[in-house]
């Protein structure tokens, strides 16, 4: 489904966020990607949803190589993902029912199936007696669900969070990765960039290790 092959990602400066990174992801597994502050988590996550291109090497989503892919075909490309962005970026000034609704106006969904859609996403995170509510009002374990309720409300195939739990307390960190957890289950690819690995030591699942922009360790549990 992703498959790295030897990829590095160089920035303007000459920082080497990533070099020679190799690895292969398949459907349905729940991956964690480790690492300290700056080791390249979030450029190997922005590499995998084809928000960037690799410097060198190459990136295969669905057997499709993101270097060689017109500009004008990636918006498709990113429809398989569905993102988690470390700061939510959610709509202050709009809804719960309105931020869920923003990924299908985009994709041209609205209507009936918006709304089914829209309702059935905030019922999966438990914020279904919220949609009236605008998001400032919401704590901080609310406000991550309602950015996953959005980032899984088109039905993706992948779901992507960059450190999900880093301002959450591990009471709510352990109900938003048994969340997805539940996607996983279902058949979704979940992967996860945290600076720990927390939840039920029983789930399966892989773990990438970065070290300066390099991958030391893979690891798969139990």
Do not use: W
């Not at 829209?118 to 009236?132: C, F, H, N």
């Not at 998001?135 to 992948?158: K, N, Y």
């Amino acid at each position: 489904m992703i498959t790295f092959d030897q990829v590095t990602k160089r920035y303007p400066g000459n920082h080497e966020a990533l070099t020679d990174v190799s690895f292969a992801i398949e459907r349905g597994e729940l991956v964690y990607v480790t690492g300290h502050s700056g080791a390249g988590k979030s450029t190997l996550l922005k590499l995998m949803a084809a928000i960037e291109r690799p410097t060198n090497g190459t990136v295969l989503i669905n057997n499709q190589n993101v270097s060689k892919l017109k500009a004008a075909t990636l918006p498709y490309v990113r429809r398989n993902f569905g993102l988690i962005f470390q700061d939510h970026k959610l709509l202050y000034d709009r809804n719960c029912y309105y931020n869920v609704a923003l990924p299908l106006a985009i994709n041209g969904i609205t209507g009936a199936e918006a709304g089914k859609r829209i309702r059935a996403a905030l019922d999966k995170v438990g914020l279904l007696d919220k949609e009236k509510a605008m998001p400032i009002t919401l704590s901080g374990g609310e406000q991550q669900r309602l950015a996953i309720a959005r980032a899984v409300v088109s039905r993706p195939s992948i779901l992507i969070a960059d450190e999900p739990t880093g301002n959450l307390d591990r009471n709510y960190a352990a109900d938003i990765l048994a969340l997805f957890k539940a996607f996983q289950q279902v058949g979704v690819t979940v992967i996860i960039a945290t600076h720990e690995v927390l939840g039920n030591p029983n789930y399966k699942n892989k773990v990438l290790h970065l070290n300066q922009g390099k991958l030391v360790n893979v690891e798969v549990n139990p």
